[in-house]
């Protein structure tokens, strides 16, 4: 069965970075695409940023500049690292999965990301 783990969410500073893992098991990782999602209270579920399985990435406006996703095929982990945090940041955010070829698409239980003084 498909799972997907999230770990590093936290406490963090406005100003603050963060690092955001996502572990994949039971799919080929390597030739899917994986994306990063976040959900603020009050406020839809929104992309904040995908990556093929080529490499290719792409962001919210909100958080270019900031954000950097990024995956180890070698680990099935996709990484989201997080500079430069502001409060509107605060969200659970969600790891995702989308196989190549298919339509099927998992996601991850989320971790909290909290971004106060």
């Known amino acids: 069965q498909v799972q997907l783990v999230e770990s590093g969410g936290g406490l963090v500073q406005p100003g603050g970075s963060q690092r955001l893992s996502c572990a994949a098991s039971?799919?080929?990782?390597?030739?899917?695409?994986m994306g990063w999602y976040r959900q603020a209270p009050g406020k839809q579920r929104e992309l904040v940023a995908a990556?093929?399985?080529?490499?290719?990435?792409n962001y919210a406006d909100s958080v270019k500049g900031r954000f950097t996703i990024s995956r180890d095929n070698a680990k099935n982990t996709v990484y989201l690292q997080m500079n430069s945090l502001k409060p509107e940041d605060t969200a659970v955010y969600y790891c995702?999965?989308?196989?190549?070829?298919?339509?099927?698409?998992?996601w991850g239980q989320g971790t909290q990301v909290t971004v106060s003084s």
């Open positions: 995702n999965a989308a196989p190549v070829g298919t339509r099927n698409r998992y």
């Open positions: 039971g799919i080929i990782f390597r030739t899917s695409a």
């Open positions: 990556i093929t399985s080529g490499g290719s990435t």
